[in-house]
């Protein structure tokens, strides 16, 4: 044993000499000589491994750095390799590397590095040595996950190495310049909830980043959901790829293995100029939701496929600019009446197709499931026609939950009695009350819903609404659209005591007690969260010189929205005490988050104080810059003040035909 051991030593001996002698050669700079010494060093190991060591491995080992799997592919080379890891063979090819990058043979380099791993894949030396080259080569992630592979190969022997600080220390160094795909690196479910916060512009965008991404997204099956949703919005007057839009369509439509759910057309006319509306229907045959608009006016659906069902469909809109032709949207309604569940129609055909018995658009069949439905016959200034009556559709739907209407004409007697589920109504200032008479077939009195949960209509004149009389007293009013005019006499309102949302819109103020009798009842139940009254009356909840104090009931922890106006068209606002009122006023709703002043003359410390106090949000519509306001209560108190109004109120739908609304002084014209 000692015979080995000595003799080992001795065929050492000349490689220690050799190593020092060619790291004095080195630091001369005579680069040749000194390779040829280091050679000499490792040829004298004891492993006697030099001419076995294997130079062909980088493209293995670089791979398995990559795929961050270095273990696995050094214990498979374990049976092909002779591992040394004496000092001396070690220190020689360590040397002999940096001798070759003095001489800028950085692939000869490179070979001989990842056959260092290889031979001592517990060395640091041999992690230090290749990273610096894979550095100089600019594969700056590639060093990192080298450096980090490394340091957990090292620890597992050598936790105390002495050069195991180094190590670390370069791969922070290294870090901030590396980079890597986390598409490629991370599971495929963490990859699909990080493209799922994403809309559908950038994830067509997606394709384009590289050709890993291309693959993963539109091979992956746990991706192709991904493309089931598809919105597309085409606002621009020239679109850059109008002409390959349809094929682009199909191909999104193949990643999704031709499943398309969910279809969303914003500029109808510029995505169908290279199509046909029936092209696109006839491979979206598995829809779940359509929905189209046209931003810059009119555009006519004029062709379906023939013969064609959309037996899924729950959710059909044409929304603004989108105005199918009468037998287009019968074909288009009955190819889905089994399972439409949301209605939304915009701008209805010319009346002129309109049944003369039922006053609705013949060939309609029964929608058992409709729940929602909005409905808008488009106004016409030049030549006013006359618009469709509702009640076709009540017949049609008589399961209805939630209404939104305008620009029709409707029996509110009709509406309450053949909707018993309806909860949430909405009727815009444009619709028209149809006359009432005892030999109607309609004449099933209906009680109010008293389990509404939203109400929001618009109008001039809070008269003759709610009312019941017996015997009944039939008048027809033309200007008062109102929900429940359906008798003139002794006014009996209704007691909404869960009602969630509350809008009136008014030309001119309900009185105090109207206002209490509506009001009220939600307020004292807990469940009213928005109150939007425009205007307010102010002088039934203030007097004339706020001489009154505000009625007790007047109160709730539950709102958090509220609509303040009517106290400048009152001359209220040149008060003194208008400041304290309001703020008396705020006091009274202590979960208030956002409000609507509309063009009110409040001043700035006014609207301060109701950010201090705990408001988040502030519309308005005053013609005096609130720059200086918005900056402060963004910076101290991380609130909005907004010119504009509230976009969550139905009165502005942006699918609504375009004018300028009275009641929230605001055009919505300038809506999407």
């Known amino acids: 044993m000692e015979t080995a051991e000595n003799s080992a030593s001795a065929r050492e001996a000349p490689g220690l000499l050799a190593l020092k002698e060619g790291q004095e050669l080195y630091a001369q700079g005579k680069y040749g000589a000194a390779a040829k010494l280091f050679k000499k060093a490792m040829e004298s190991c004891s492993c006697q491994s030099y001419d076995k060591m294997r130079l062909d491995l980088s493209k293995e080992i670089l791979t398995g750095i990559e795929n961050n799997r270095l273990k696995e592919v050094l214990s498979a080379l374990t049976s092909q390799s002779k591992r040394c890891d004496k000092q001396v063979h070690v220190r020689a090819l360590d040397s002999l590397i940096a001798t ?30 290749l990273g610096k080259i894979l550095r100089l080569q600019s594969k700056q992630t590639l060093a990192y996950h080298m450096y980090t592979q490394g340091i957990e190969l090292v620890e597992r022997k050598h936790p105390h190495h002495p050069l195991l600080p180094k190590l670390r220390v370069q791969r922070d160094r290294v870090a901030p310049l590396a980079g890597f795909d986390p598409v490629e690196k991370f599971p495929i479910e963490l990859v699909r909830m990080t493209f799922e916060f994403l809309d559908f512009k950038t994830l067509c965008r997606c394709l384009g980043v590289s050709k890993a991404w291309n693959k993963i997204l539109t091979e992956s099956d746990v991706l192709r959901d991904l493309w089931r949703i598809q919105t597309y919005k085409l606002t621009q007057r020239s679109h850059p790829g109008i002409r390959r839009m349809f094929y682009a369509f199909k191909a999104y439509n193949k990643y999704s293995k031709n499943a398309l759910r969910e279809l969303s057309i914003d500029g109808l006319s510029h995505f169908l100029q290279s199509c046909r509306f029936a092209h696109v229907l006839e491979i979206s045959r598995q829809l779940k939701v359509l929905k189209l608009r046209e931003p810059r ?3 006519r659906l004029d062709s379906l496929p023939p013969n064609f069902q959309l037996s899924q469909l729950t959710n059909l809109s044409l929304g603004y600019g989108v105005r199918p032709q009468a037998q287009v ?14 209605l939304s129609i915009f701008e209805l055909p010319d009346y002129a197709w309109v049944d003369p018995d039922t006053m609705w658009y013949p060939g309609w069949a029964k929608l058992e499931k409709l729940k929602v439905v909005r409905l808008a016959y488009p106004s016409r200034v030049s030549r006013p026609d006359p618009v469709p009556h509702l009640r076709g559709m009540i017949e049609l739907a008589p399961n209805v939950e939630e209404a939104w209407i305008d620009n029709l ?19 815009g200032d444009r619709v028209s009350l149809h006359t009432i ?26 008269q003759s609404r709610f009312s019941t009389y017996s015997p009944p007293v039939v008048i027809s009013n033309p200007y008062t659209p109102w929900l429940l005019t359906i008798h003139v006499g002794r006014v009996v309102l209704p007691q909404l005591r869960r009602l969630e949302r509350l809008s009136i819109l008014l030309t001119w103020p309900l009185d105090a007690s109207e206002f209490e009798t509506i009001v009220r009842p939600g307020m004292e139940s807990g469940t009213l969260r928005e109150l939007d009254i425009r205007p307010l009356p102010v002088q039934g909840l203030f007097g004339k010189a706020f001489e009154v104090e505000l009625p007790h009931w007047f109160r709730s922890e539950s709102l958090t929205y509220l609509s303040i106006t009517g106290l400048t068209a009152a001359n209220l606002c040149q008060l003194r005490r208008c400041d304290d009122a309001l703020l008396t006023l705020l006091s009274r709703f202590p979960n208030l988050r956002s409000i609507d002043i509309s063009n ?28 200086d306001l918005q900056e402060w209560a963004a910076s101290h108190y991380n609130a909005q003040v907004i010119s504009r109004p509230p976009t969550h109120i139905p009165s502005m739908h942006p699918d609504r035909q375009r004018f300028f609304n009275d009641h929230l002084q605001y055009s919505n014209s300038e809506l999407p």
């Open 409 to 427: 004409r409707y029996s509110p007697k009709l509406l309450l009695a053949k909707w018993p589920k309806l909860r949430n109504i909405f009727l």
């Open 100 to 129: 070759y990058e003095m001489v800028f043979k950085l692939d000869k380099c490179l070979n001989l590095a990842t056959g260092m791993v290889n031979l001592a894949p517990r060395e640091p030396k041999a992690y230090l040595r």
């Open 297 to 299: 006016g009119s555009f």
């Open 329 to 342: 949207l019968e074909r288009l309604i009955n190819a889905c009446w089994r399972s439409l569940e949301e």
């Open 437 to 462: 008479t005892n030999d109607d077939d309609d004449d099933d009195d209906g009680d109010y819903n008293e389990d509404m949960r939203e109400l929001h209509y618009e109008g001039r004149s809070p």
């Open 600 to 627: 009110e003359q409040f001043s700035d410390a006014l609207l301060a104080k109701f950010i201090k106090r705990g408001v988040k949000t502030i519309h308005h519509r005053a013609k005096q810059s609130k720059a």
